[in-house]
């Protein structure tokens, strides 16, 4: 109560607090109730402010005097035996203080032997715990406490409970203690809750002047103040957010018109005449042509084959439309045959809903001219011209996927116009059908009949106006100048059908039909018939069933059976097949195609030049050396150039004269050709250039073009043996059995090369060594080797060849000369030099000798000389002929053999250029 009292919970009046004490009401002590466990300032106003707002149940007081009687008797009792329990104030009036538990055990004590005394009146088991109980329970009985109790059904005795609440003191009258004010009695039936009654004079000090309401009003919880569910806030947003919905769709509506209205105001679509440069494109006559704007019919048949031939972004030939430039931009511009025009709301609209269309098969409307009396139309200018033009064009081809992109766009266009604000065109037709540069057809002329309306009338003649008229639904026809002006969904639908003819055709709306305009319409008007005059579809029998069919549908006399262009699109879309979507890109994956045919055709014709080059090269490089080839090939002149120390080869067959004589040519070339093929296998293993072979002749020569030291020398004597050696066992194939009787010279000395001639440039080599080399050759003797002086000189300094001295020969201009036959050679001395060279400089001496690749095979069959440095012992040797397969295969030359030899070779015609001079005269000092 303390603590309610001070967090100011009992200011409200609101709560009241009912307690429960269990001891029995204290009427000697009021003030008891105050105390808390500890606290026992009990006369604090705050505390008896506090309990006010209480009241207590409690045990009632004994109920006197029937109480003192009891407890007297108690005492009493207590005195008597079996208990003996002296009280020695007994004689002073002393009594002991019974306390009421005595009195509850007296009440239970007596409640039990009444029970049990009831059994025996109904002679039951007073031992059966249960019936004992049943008696006890449901009894009303005067306790000894001085009221009626009564055990309830769960067999707890149900009190005398008193009911206590604050009153001011009786001894004090400024102090508050608790008192009685009522009681719970048991009413007459028992049954019922003990009902409370105020003892006489009893009330309560209620804090508000009566009781407090046993429950809130509103329950404990609130429950009982639920208010019922209402939808107010949900109602109230939803309005809130209807009209802000409302707010926004109006403001933006309002928005809208005002933007539409500024737009409509602005005239965005306005074009100042003096914006538009005619200039640029046209001078003179053509100028002419642009004032003339809208007179253009008569010219558009003559011209307009022109502008098709020309592929270029602009041509200045189009004569059939007046061009200018507008912002940079190129554009088509129509006159309209107006004096001045109103510009009326309708028509502020229309030219605006035309300035808006945007789609890739429209031709865009890029404004008018009001600017009397230029009025005039501006649109976006298409390079190719009409659709018209193209297909009168003989020049181009029109394939299957050119004609499918063209009428797909028309399509394309058609369907965007019939779903646009300008909803049909009214008059479409092939020449308002327009192709850009880049291949794609758009739509033009639609729309703008209100900006037209009143054009005066065009004087283009009967012809021109008739045919205008040829794509013109019958429907349309029929209601002569009250057909509305935009046309119909269906009337555009019959106009395509005409153009698809026109396309598939190529002749023209109406084939080969050879009557005027004129007439055609009107027997396409007054059709009475069964059939409606058509164009012949018999003139399209190589188009596919899908195109005529489609055709006929489209131009069918009832409109209303005509096909939409959504549907023309689905059925006509296997002409698609395998198309990308506009005709550029189709061209774009033609090229492509073509492109990467033609990088391979580069690539394989790359090939076989390069081929074909090295053919030549190779070619150039049989005929020249290559040091000389590549700076022919440069572009540079080869001058002559001269060598200190060459060596030179000569050969030729002996009797090669008198066997040709016996041959046919064609034996003597191919005897010819199998022997220099031979030759030339060999030479190749050496470090030797081949000069040339004139005849039977064959020269090559060593150091040179490449020099190599004294080289050369050896080079030339090992492959003259090769050469000897492989001469013994040709076979050759005219005269079996013969051996050919090679005649070798050579020599070394000083020489001077060079390019001579131009048309057949051939190495020639220049000098004194040269002659000397073919004097050798001519002196010599068939199937020996013929060495002068010099180039023994230089064998010797390179040694392992054995040369046996012939002895003095006489030759012109030179006079005696001790020459040698080289017989012999040690091929590893060779080897053993050539590798030298090599650990040197890192190169071979001649490119194919030793290539590491393949295994060295030059001399490969020839036998060995041991270290020939003793000529003495090597040419006993040699005699002995044992040591080397020339000389044991051949014949030991003496004297008599070299006469004899000389003989055969008599009477041979040299026609050697290098060598001029031939010595007859052999004469062996040996
Ligand atoms: N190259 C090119 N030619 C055009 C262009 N506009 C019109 N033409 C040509 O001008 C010819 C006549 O066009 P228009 O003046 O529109 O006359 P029409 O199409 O026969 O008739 P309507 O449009 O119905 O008046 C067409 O056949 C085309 O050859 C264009 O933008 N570029
Ligand atoms: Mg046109």
């Given at each position: 109560m303390d603590h309610l009292y001070d967090r100011g919970l009992l200011d409200t009046e609101e709560y009241f607090v009912v307690g429960v004490h269990l001891g029995h009401y204290n009427s000697k002590d009021p003030q008891i109730y105050f105390k808390g466990i500890l606290d026992q300032n009990v006369t604090s106003e705050h505390i008896q402010n506090?309990?006010?707002?209480?009241?207590?149940?409690?045990?009632?007081a004994p109920v006197y005097p029937e109480y003192d009687t009891f407890s007297r008797l108690v005492n009493i009792y207590l005195e008597a035996p079996p208990f003996e329990f002296p009280n020695h104030f007994i004689n002073v009036g002393g009594q002991k203080i019974i306390k009421p538990e005595a009195a509850y055990l007296y009440d239970a004590v007596w409640m039990y032997a009444e029970a049990v005394h009831e059994c025996i009146l109904e002679n039951r088991d007073y031992n059966n715990g249960t019936l004992i109980i049943d008696k006890i329970k449901h009894n009303t009985y005067k306790s000894a406490m001085g009221y009626m109790l009564r055990i309830n059904e769960v067999g707890d005795s149900e009190g005398n409970y008193s009911l206590i609440a604050r009153d001011i003191l009786e001894e004090d009258p400024t102090q508050y203690g608790m008192y009685p004010v009522g009681v719970f009695r048991l009413n007459e039936n028992l049954t019922a809750l003990p009902a409370f009654h105020f003892y006489e004079g009893g009330f309560i000090d209620w804090p508000d002047g009566s009781p407090p309401i046993d429950e809130p009003p509103c329950g404990f919880r609130g429950e009982k103040c639920i208010p019922p569910k209402t939808y107010t806030k949900e109602i109230l947003a939803g309005v809130g957010g209807g009209l802000v919905l409302i707010v926004t769709v109006v403001g933006y509506l309002v928005y809208r018109?005002?933007?539409?209205?500024?737009?409509?105001?602005?005239?965005?679509?306005?074009?100042?005449?003096?914006?538009?440069d005619f200039k640029d494109h046209f001078s003179g006559t053509m100028n002419s042509k642009c004032t003339n704007m809208g007179r253009r019919t008569a010219i558009v048949r003559v011209n307009s084959q022109m502008s098709l031939a020309s592929q270029g972004e602009f041509d200045f030939r189009q004569l059939f439309t007046c061009v200018a430039t507008y912002r940079g931009m190129i554009v088509a511009v129509r006159k309209v045959r107006k004096k001045h025009i109103e510009l009326t709301r309708d028509i502020k609209k229309e030219l605006k809903v035309m300035?808006?269309?945007r789609h890739d098969n429209i031709n865009p409307f890029i404004g008018a001219c009001l600017d009397a009396p230029?009025?005039?139309?501006?649109?976006?200018?298409?390079g190719k011209g009409s659709l018209q033009d193209l297909l009168e064009n003989d020049d181009i081809q029109l394939d299957d996927m050119f004609r499918a992109s063209l009428v797909f766009d028309i399509i394309r266009g058609m369907i965007y116009l019939h779903e646009s604000e300008i909803r049909t065109h009214g008059k479409l037709k092939s020449s308002n059908c327009l192709v850009d540069n880049r291949w794609v057809l758009k739509i033009a002329d639609f729309g703008l009949h209100e900006f037209m309306k009143g054009e005066d009338e065009d004087d283009e003649g009967d012809f021109a106006k008739y045919r205008n008229m040829l794509w013109k639904a019958p429907e349309l026809l029929r209601m002569g100048c009250l057909a509305p002006r935009r046309g119909s969904h269906e009337g555009d639908v019959y106009s395509f059908a005409i153009i698809l003819y026109e396309t598939h055709g190529r002749k023209g709306p109406y084939g080969d039909i050879d009557l005027p305009p004129k007439e055609i319409i009107s027997r396409v008007t007054n059709y009475l018939g069964d059939s409606p005059f058509r164009p012949h579809l018999g003139a399209l029998d190589t188009s596919p069933k899908i195109v005529t069919d489609i055709i006929k549908d489209c131009w069918d006399e009832d409109p209303v059976k005509r096909p939409d262009f959504k549907t023309i699109r689905n059925r006509l879309k296997p002409m698609q097949k395998g198309m990308k979507a506009n005709i550029l890109d189709n061209m774009i994956s033609i090229m492509e195609k073509y492109a990467s045919n033609l990088e391979a055709l580069v690539e394989e014709r790359t090939d076989q030049l390069r081929e074909e080059k090295k053919k030549t090269e190779d070619i150039l490089l049989q005929m020249l050396p290559k040091s000389v080839t590549e700076q022919l090939k440069r572009g540079k002149v080869v001058e002559a150039e001269s060598f200190d120390c060459v060596t030179i080869y000569f050969s030729d067959i002996c009797g090669f004269t008198a066997m040709s004589a016996d041959s046919s040519p064609l034996q003597v070339v191919s005897l010819l050709n199998d022997l220099y093929t031979l030759f030339d296998s060999i030479i190749e293993n050496y470090d030797v250039y081949k000069v040339e072979t004139i005849g039977d002749a064959y020269m090559v020569c060593s150091g040179l073009p490449k020099r190599n030291g004294i080289l050369h020398a050896g080079e030339i004597a090992s492959m003259s043996l090769h050469l000897l050696k492989e001469i013994k066992e040709f076979k050759n194939k005219s005269r079996p059995g013969?051996?050919?009787?090679?005649?070798?010279?050579?020599h070394s000395g000083p020489a001077v090369a060079g390019v001579v001639g131009l048309k057949m440039p051939r190495y020639c080599l220049f000098g004194d060594t040269v002659n000397t080399a073919s004097r050798m050759e001519s002196n010599g003797v068939a199937l020996k080797i013929?060495?002068?002086p010099q180039c023994k000189d230089l064998l010797d300094q390179l040694g392992g060849y054995v040369l046996k001295e012939r002895g003095l020969v006489a030759m012109k201009g030179k006079g005696e000369i001790l020459t040698y036959w080289l017989i012999g050679e040690n091929q590893q001395k060779r080897l053993r030099r050539l590798e030298s060279v090599y650990s040197e400089t890192g190169q071979w001496p001649h490119h194919s000798s030793f290539n590491t690749d393949e295994p060295i095979t030059f001399s490969s069959s020839l036998d060995y000389v041991d270290e020939a440095e003793d000529a003495e012992n090597t040419m006993q040797n040699a005699e002995d002929s044992n040591f080397h397969p020339l000389l044991q295969s051949s014949e030991t030359y003496g004297p008599e053999k070299v006469e004899e030899e000389e003989a055969l070779c008599n009477g041979r015609q040299r026609n050697d250029s290098s060598a001029n001079t031939h010595n007859k005269t052999v004469t062996d000092h040996n």
């Amino acid at each position: 109560m303390d603590h309610l009292y001070d967090r100011g919970l009992l200011d409200t009046e609101e709560y009241f607090v009912v307690g429960v004490h269990l001891g029995h009401y204290n009427s000697k002590d009021p003030q008891i109730y105050f105390k808390g466990i500890l606290d026992q300032n009990v006369t604090s106003e705050h505390i008896q402010n506090a309990f006010k707002h209480f009241i207590g149940v409690v045990h009632s007081a004994p109920v006197y005097p029937e109480y003192d009687t009891f407890s007297r008797l108690v005492n009493i009792y207590l005195e008597a035996p079996p208990f003996e329990f002296p009280n020695h104030f007994i004689n002073v009036g002393g009594q002991k203080i019974i306390k009421p538990e005595a009195a509850y055990l007296y009440d239970a004590v007596w409640m039990y032997a009444e029970a049990v005394h009831e059994c025996i009146l109904e002679n039951r088991d007073y031992n059966n715990g249960t019936l004992i109980i049943d008696k006890i329970k449901h009894n009303t009985y005067k306790s000894a406490m001085g009221y009626m109790l009564r055990i309830n059904e769960v067999g707890d005795s149900e009190g005398n409970y008193s009911l206590i609440a604050r009153d001011i003191l009786e001894e004090d009258p400024t102090q508050y203690g608790m008192y009685p004010v009522g009681v719970f009695r048991l009413n007459e039936n028992l049954t019922a809750l003990p009902a409370f009654h105020f003892y006489e004079g009893g009330f309560i000090d209620w804090p508000d002047g009566s009781p407090p309401i046993d429950e809130p009003p509103c329950g404990f919880r609130g429950e009982k103040c639920i208010p019922p569910k209402t939808y107010t806030k949900e109602i109230l947003a939803g309005v809130g957010g209807g009209l802000v919905l409302i707010v926004t769709v109006v403001g933006y509506l309002v928005y809208r018109n005002w933007k539409y209205e500024n737009e409509l105001a602005s005239l965005l679509w306005k074009i100042d005449y003096r914006d538009i440069d005619f200039k640029d494109h046209f001078s003179g006559t053509m100028n002419s042509k642009c004032t003339n704007m809208g007179r253009r019919t008569a010219i558009v048949r003559v011209n307009s084959q022109m502008s098709l031939a020309s592929q270029g972004e602009f041509d200045f030939r189009q004569l059939f439309t007046c061009v200018a430039t507008y912002r940079g931009m190129i554009v088509a511009v129509r006159k309209v045959r107006k004096k001045h025009i109103e510009l009326t709301r309708d028509i502020k609209k229309e030219l605006k809903v035309m300035r808006d269309l945007r789609h890739d098969n429209i031709n865009p409307f890029i404004g008018a001219c009001l600017d009397a009396p230029n009025v005039l139309v501006v649109t976006a200018y298409c390079g190719k011209g009409s659709l018209q033009d193209l297909l009168e064009n003989d020049d181009i081809q029109l394939d299957d996927m050119f004609r499918a992109s063209l009428v797909f766009d028309i399509i394309r266009g058609m369907i965007y116009l019939h779903e646009s604000e300008i909803r049909t065109h009214g008059k479409l037709k092939s020449s308002n059908c327009l192709v850009d540069n880049r291949w794609v057809l758009k739509i033009a002329d639609f729309g703008l009949h209100e900006f037209m309306k009143g054009e005066d009338e065009d004087d283009e003649g009967d012809f021109a106006k008739y045919r205008n008229m040829l794509w013109k639904a019958p429907e349309l026809l029929r209601m002569g100048c009250l057909a509305p002006r935009r046309g119909s969904h269906e009337g555009d639908v019959y106009s395509f059908a005409i153009i698809l003819y026109e396309t598939h055709g190529r002749k023209g709306p109406y084939g080969d039909i050879d009557l005027p305009p004129k007439e055609i319409i009107s027997r396409v008007t007054n059709y009475l018939g069964d059939s409606p005059f058509r164009p012949h579809l018999g003139a399209l029998d190589t188009s596919p069933k899908i195109v005529t069919d489609i055709i006929k549908d489209c131009w069918d006399e009832d409109p209303v059976k005509r096909p939409d262009f959504k549907t023309i699109r689905n059925r006509l879309k296997p002409m698609q097949k395998g198309m990308k979507a506009n005709i550029l890109d189709n061209m774009i994956s033609i090229m492509e195609k073509y492109a990467s045919n033609l990088e391979a055709l580069v690539e394989e014709r790359t090939d076989q030049l390069r081929e074909e080059k090295k053919k030549t090269e190779d070619i150039l490089l049989q005929m020249l050396p290559k040091s000389v080839t590549e700076q022919l090939k440069r572009g540079k002149v080869v001058e002559a150039e001269s060598f200190d120390c060459v060596t030179i080869y000569f050969s030729d067959i002996c009797g090669f004269t008198a066997m040709s004589a016996d041959s046919s040519p064609l034996q003597v070339v191919s005897l010819l050709n199998d022997l220099y093929t031979l030759f030339d296998s060999i030479i190749e293993n050496y470090d030797v250039y081949k000069v040339e072979t004139i005849g039977d002749a064959y020269m090559v020569c060593s150091g040179l073009p490449k020099r190599n030291g004294i080289l050369h020398a050896g080079e030339i004597a090992s492959m003259s043996l090769h050469l000897l050696k492989e001469i013994k066992e040709f076979k050759n194939k005219s005269r079996p059995g013969e051996t050919l009787k090679l005649r070798i010279g050579i020599h070394s000395g000083p020489a001077v090369a060079g390019v001579v001639g131009l048309k057949m440039p051939r190495y020639c080599l220049f000098g004194d060594t040269v002659n000397t080399a073919s004097r050798m050759e001519s002196n010599g003797v068939a199937l020996k080797i013929h060495c002068s002086p010099q180039c023994k000189d230089l064998l010797d300094q390179l040694g392992g060849y054995v040369l046996k001295e012939r002895g003095l020969v006489a030759m012109k201009g030179k006079g005696e000369i001790l020459t040698y036959w080289l017989i012999g050679e040690n091929q590893q001395k060779r080897l053993r030099r050539l590798e030298s060279v090599y650990s040197e400089t890192g190169q071979w001496p001649h490119h194919s000798s030793f290539n590491t690749d393949e295994p060295i095979t030059f001399s490969s069959s020839l036998d060995y000389v041991d270290e020939a440095e003793d000529a003495e012992n090597t040419m006993q040797n040699a005699e002995d002929s044992n040591f080397h397969p020339l000389l044991q295969s051949s014949e030991t030359y003496g004297p008599e053999k070299v006469e004899e030899e000389e003989a055969l070779c008599n009477g041979r015609q040299r026609n050697d250029s290098s060598a001029n001079t031939h010595n007859k005269t052999v004469t062996d000092h040996n």
